[in-house]
């Protein structure tokens, strides 16, 4: 098992961020489940990642994507790009006290499974 570190942001001297981590991983061919559950998403950060996502239909079989509404940080229009990615997804909210808050990205295929 190997375990890094990397930064929500983006970090010019590696290249490291989530978002980088995200299209290595969806360009990645042993990939043919993608599941994400987070907590916000911007319309940037959905369209950053359309093209990939389209592209990665050739070997992803499964996608499953949860973004939370909570406190008004998904706007309507990040919903709407997701839309163009034609692939499961939901939206989650709750009027409890408590927030839904996770950043978690799940690759499965089968020889290698990632989580972010």
Not at 16 to 42: M, Q, R
Not at 56 to 67: A, F, L, N, Q
Not at 91 to 114: M, N
Request: glycine residues 8%.
């Amino acid at each position: 098992m190997e375990v890094r570190f990397i930064g929500q942001g983006y970090d010019s001297e590696t290249g490291s961020s989530v978002a980088s981590e995200l299209i290595e991983l969806l360009n990645d061919e042993g990939f043919s489940c993608f599941k994400c559950l987070v907590a916000f998403a911007s319309p940037t950060g959905i369209s950053g990642l359309t093209n990939q996502i389209l592209a990665s239909k050739s070997h992803i079989e499964t996608y499953r994507i949860v973004i939370g509404i909570d406190q008004f940080g998904t706007s309507k229009e990040a919903l709407e790009a997701l839309l163009e990615w034609e692939v499961d997804s939901f939206v989650f909210y709750t009027s409890q006290r408590i927030i839904f808050h996770p950043k978690i990205y799940l690759f499965e295929g089968s020889e290698a499974v990632t989580i972010i």
